[in-house]
């Protein structure tokens, strides 16, 4: 099973990125999807979920309104659009499939991880 993160880069602050994460060696439509980030010296931090049917998603209080986490269950991959961007967002970005249906914040939650995508917004 693999989870394969692609879409990072340098960007301006106020640009966007869009971060895809395709799944191969089973499927994960029955799985919630996330996202996640690690900065350097700092503990992965929750950044967005989306349910297994992409009914709700979830949002950590600093992306709310500038990211959106989408999913398509027929190709097997999650996208997290990312829209001006500050560089506070600047870490290591993972996508995660959850145990169970729904998408929960925390990183014990998810039993597969990807590579992480690096992001970094210069100011």
């Known amino acids: 099973v693999q989870l394969q993160a692609s879409g990072g880069g340098l960007v301006q602050a106020g640009g966007s990125l869009r971060l895809s994460c395709a799944a191969s060696g089973r499927r994960f439509s029955n799985n919630g999807l996330g996202w996640f980030r690690q900065a350097p010296g700092k503990e992965r931090e929750f950044v967005a979920g989306?349910?297994?049917?992409?009914?709700?998603?979830y949002y950590a209080d600093s992306v709310k309104g500038r990211f959106t986490i989408s999913r398509d269950n027929a190709k097997n991959t999650v996208t997290l659009q990312m829209n001006n961007l500050k560089p506070e967002d600047t870490a290591d970005y993972y996508c995660?499939?959850?145990?169970?249906?729904?998408?929960?914040?925390?990183?014990?939650?998810?039993?597969?991880w990807g590579q992480g995508t690096q992001v970094t917004v210069s100011s």
């Open positions: 995660a499939a959850a145990r169970f249906a729904v998408a929960a914040s925390g990183p014990s939650d998810y039993s597969y």
């Open positions: 989306i349910n297994w049917n992409g009914g709700r998603t």
